[in-house]
């Protein structure tokens, strides 16, 4: 009986190994009709050649970990303001952004006379987004934009233009595509752009004549900085105060949206007050966690243009907040 037992093992193990042998791999972006009609669609319109790309997609497969982390959970959380501001407000990030500061004083200096961004946002930002430069992300950028274009149907089109963005980055910059990594989302380097944020606000800040946001810190602070001078930013302005509401909030005023839209005079008249010039434009945030009373602020157009870099207005107070801890260490 235990020699019959034995055998059954035995075959049963072998036919294993022979599926996972002839287990065919997971095809590459090169089969695929939609793939072939995009490369042949840059080399008409950008000069590419097709068979060259289509090697290189050959090269390239679907990423199922890419489509999961996608994907919105399917229970989301509520919003907690109480939940996600630790993840960015710990003395880890505050004492990195200082050592950051120390580290590149002149280069943050020269990117706040350029620009006008003060230093401590250029940080923030950047301690957010990767920590410093310590978290860029370990996923191919040509695979993970590759499979959000033509297997993530909710974002194919906005994921597809990113794709083209990327290859075009990478022919300008005699990068190999196959060889940069990113985020799972396909965001590059220090400051984490997409690759058309990168082609439209990028800047060589070290003058070795490339834009390399992965490899050069110079890079990163100068490029921040552009975009945030790009998307409207106002030197020497406020970005958000503090302000008390009596009672709840008419909902509308909420759903105003986080671009500055409301007079600061005309909140008062509606129970919101807040130390700023009546006549200014503002825009209420609201910082709800489940269970406790939610914290009102007053966002002016500088904290508008924080969130052009991630659109949400929990990440711009992350930025802010983080940015003015940094600055009070740095001064001490």
Known sequence: MEKILKHILGALLLLGLTT???AAPTPSFADETAVIDFARDLEQRHGFNA?????Q???????AKVLQLIKPPASPLQRSWERYRPRFLNDRRIDGGVRFWQENQATLARARALYGVPEEIIVAIIGVETEYGANTGGFRVMEALATLAFHYPPRAEFFRTELEQFLLLARENRLDPLAIKGSFAGAIGIPQFMPG????YAVDFDGDQRVDLAGSVDDAIGSVGRFLEQHGWQAGQAIAVPAQSNGEPER??????????????????KGITAKADPQANVALIDLVSPGRETEYWLGFDNFYVITRYNRSSFYAMSVFQLGEEIRKRMQR
């Open 51 to 55: 068979g060259e790309l289509l090697d």
């Open 252 to 269: 509308g005023l909420i759903e105003a949206g986080i671009r500055p839209s409301l007079k600061v005079a005309d909140l008062g008249e």
């Open 20 to 22: 996972l042998t002839n």
């Open 197 to 200: 944020s990168q082609r439209r």
């Open 57 to 63: 997609f050959a090269q390239t497969r679907p990423n």
